[in-house]
């Protein structure tokens, strides 16, 4: 599984999972947030169903191949009636794929794997959907576009705005604040947690913080991350703080402020 990482960890989080099982409460993150870092593979399923229970296996063996370009997002309807009534949902299994919030390619029934291999490959090598949170085609209005969503605490909308973001003059500034805006979306669904719980409770309550608004709160729960993490996970703590700074500016008080407690563990 090629995942999406914020920073340059070499270990794969415990959070990090080639197989979800999601809810109505948690399709808005786990499925339609996350489809926009990389393809998300829905199983609308129930305990009851033949059928499902054959497709399945299938489903969550591709997905736990090391190479597979999707995560497979799991939703019982028997549980989940708001989201299967919301995709029509009439016969399972139904299975959809979703890239940038939307749904590219669907089927339903069992297939064999190789049609379904087919069927994946197919839908991640088209043409993404245009993105939901339009930015402007000049780089210089949407970098200022990425820059007012962090400081709004949208990091969804700032992370869709960066992350492929054209050659030119920007390009540098945009991949500075990229790291901050993909904590916020990986702490949300879950990819940026590590399994220390000390660390990730640290890593949860930065984000919120930044999602209020408030990177005072949020540099200090930082800071007190570098400490809280292995050393394993100190750069990817340092990048987000750098990102931070890259948005406040080198002059700002907060960035003076813990700028030398960065440097030093970066040295």
């Known amino acids: 599984m090629k995942w999406f990482s914020f920073g340059k960890k070499k270990k794969k989080s415990a959070a990090q999972v080639s197989v979800l099982e999601v809810t109505d409460q948690s399709f808005q993150v786990q499925v339609i947030n996350r489809s926009y ?4 593979l ?27 370009p999707f995560v497979l997002a799991k ?10 009534r919301k995709y029509n949902i009439q016969s399972i299994p139904a299975v959809k794929m979703f890239r940038n ?18 069927f994946v490959q197919k839908a ?28 709004k605490g949208n990091g969804l909308n700032a992370f869709t705005l960066l ?23 990986d702490v949300s669904d879950g990819d940026a947690l590590t399994g220390v719980d000390t660390l990730d409770k640290l890593y949860q309550q930065a984000a919120l913080a930044l999602e209020r608004r408030n990177p005072k ?10 400490e809280a993490g292995e050393e394993i996970d100190q750069p990817v703590t340092v990048g987000v703080m750098q990102s931070l700074f890259a948005l406040l500016g ?18």
């Open 75 to 84: 939703l019982d309807t028997e549980h989940n009636q708001q989201i299967a």
């Open 37 to 40: 870092k990389m393809p998300v």
């Open 250 to 267: 080198e002059n700002h008080k907060l960035t003076r402020q813990y700028q030398d407690r960065v440097t030093a563990v970066s040295s």
């Open 163 to 185: 992350k492929d973001f054209p050659d030119g003059e920007q390009f540098e500034t945009a991949q500075e604040l990229l790291p901050l805006a993909q904590f916020m979306v």
């Open 101 to 118: 919030g939307r749904i590219v390619d669907e089927f339903t029934g069992v297939l064999p794997k190789s049609l379904v291999n087919r």
């Open 217 to 226: 709160k949020a540099l200090a729960l930082l800071a007190e991350a570098l």
């Open 42 to 68: 829905v199983d609308f399923w129930a305990a009851w169903c033949g059928p499902c229970r054959m497709l399945g296996p299938v489903l969550e063996n591709l997905a736990e191949e090391p190479d597979s």
């Open 124 to 151: 991640v090598a088209a043409p993404a959907p245009p993105l939901g949170f339009q930015g402007s085609d000049d780089p210089a209005q949407r970098l200022e576009q990425a820059q007012h969503q962090l400081k």
